[in-house]
């Protein structure tokens, strides 16, 4: 996609995320995570160093189903992540900020995937020591390019810890029958969110909109 990307800068144009577009096209909470800046090259290169670096121990362990639902999921909440911490306009003279501001990147899910490694790591008893460190590193990345979407980041993060618990929760014969259901629900509360921030800023936009008028 991001080779794409260059020879069609359009695609980034369909697919990046914004809470306002969001609204109306939820596909983009999604979408947003198989693109990136076309100008920054670090930041692609850094995801896929982490994501290589972190799937080649966590996908055989969970297998690829898993991993790529905890991937998913994770670039989901990443994007719900970014949409929560947004600031809604209080009138149409301040339609501007993280509200209108398109977001791209895999951040979100690499993400989730730091926060399900540190914790399945805890529970086994290993050092997490070495993941601190990636995880520094990605999470400075925003100060050095004012572009990176921190809140994506920690999106992110909180979705991978919410599946890994229920992962780690629904182990064993007993169990293993709620453990696709209990990732529905991780899922269920993700989208909630979403559909509750925007219920609320509908509703305060539009009484905004009243007295500005």
């Given at each position: ?40 090259f ?50 149409w ?47 400075a ?73």
């Open positions: 996609m991001f080779f794409l990307q260059q020879a069609d800068r359009s695609i980034i144009l369909l697919g990046q995320f914004s809470p306002l577009t969001g609204d109306e096209q939820p596909w983009r909470f999604l979408t947003s995570a198989f693109l990136h800046s076309p100008t920054m670090a930041h692609i290169l850094f995801n896929m160093l982490c994501l290589w670096s972190i799937g080649q121990w966590l996908e055989p362990m969970l297998g690829w189903a898993r991993f790529l639902t905890l991937y998913l999921v994770s670039a989901l909440g990443g994007s719900v992540g970014y949409l929560l911490l947004a600031s809604p306009p209080q009138n003279a301040e339609m501007g900020g993280a509200w209108v501001t398109p977001m791209v990147g895999a951040s979100g899910a690499v993400f989730g995937l730091f926060g399900a490694t540190m914790l399945f790591l805890r529970h086994s008893g290993s050092s997490v020591r070495g993941l601190w460190v990636l995880l520094a590193i990605n999470a990345l925003p100060f050095i390019y004012r572009e990176i979407a921190w809140q994506a980041h920690l999106g992110g993060f909180v979705t991978g810890l919410a599946l890994a618990g229920v992962l780690l929760a629904t182990r064993g014969r007993q169990r293993a029958r709620l453990q696709w259901p209990a990732l529905a629900g991780v899922l269920l509360v993700v989208v909630a969110l979403a559909v509750v921030k925007y219920a609320i800023v509908d509703t305060s936009f539009a009484d905004a909109v009243i007295r500005f008028s």
